[in-house]
């Protein structure tokens, strides 16, 4: 059984960073997607950035929202993966949810329906 537990959440001023963190334990397969994806209030779930291990080493890929400002790793060792911000806005206050499944992530990784793992989320808040 997969279990996500994510932490490193807070509140910040605009412009600041945090990094999240993501302990993943339970998964068998050697290739799968991670993900972190963030919900606000009243708004659907959406994808930040993803990140596929395969056998042909890691792809990382970003929602257009993120790029530049969002950085997404793994630790190997550690079982855990990352998701370092910064230049952190208002409009990136949200919950922020780690998830994963034993596929690549292809074209749809932004999508919610396509994960059955989830973390429980951590809250990330940006005062201006």
């Known amino acids: 059984q997969v279990e996500l537990v994510e932490s490193g959440g807070g509140s910040v001023q605009a412009g600041g960073s945090l990094r999240l963190s993501c302990a993943a334990s339970?998964?068998?397969?050697?290739?799968?997607?991670m993900a972190w994806f963030r919900q606000a209030p009243g708004k659907e779930r959406e994808g930040v950035a993803a990140?596929?291990?395969?056998?042909?080493?890691?792809?990382?890929y970003y929602a257009d929202s993120v790029k530049g400002r969002f950085t997404i790793s793994r630790d190997y060792a550690k079982n855990t993966l990352y998701l370092q911000t910064s230049s952190l806005k208002p409009e990136d206050t949200s919950m922020y949810y780690c998830?994963?499944?034993?596929?690549?992530?292809?074209?749809?990784?932004?999508?919610?329906?396509?994960?059955?793992?989830w973390g429980q989320g951590t809250q990330v808040t940006v005062s201006s």
């Open positions: 990140l596929f291990i395969g056998p042909a080493g890691t792809i990382t």
């Open positions: 998830a994963m499944r034993p596929v690549g992530c292809g074209g749809n990784w932004y999508s919610a329906t396509q994960f059955n793992d």
């Open positions: 339970g998964y068998t397969d050697s290739s799968y997607c």
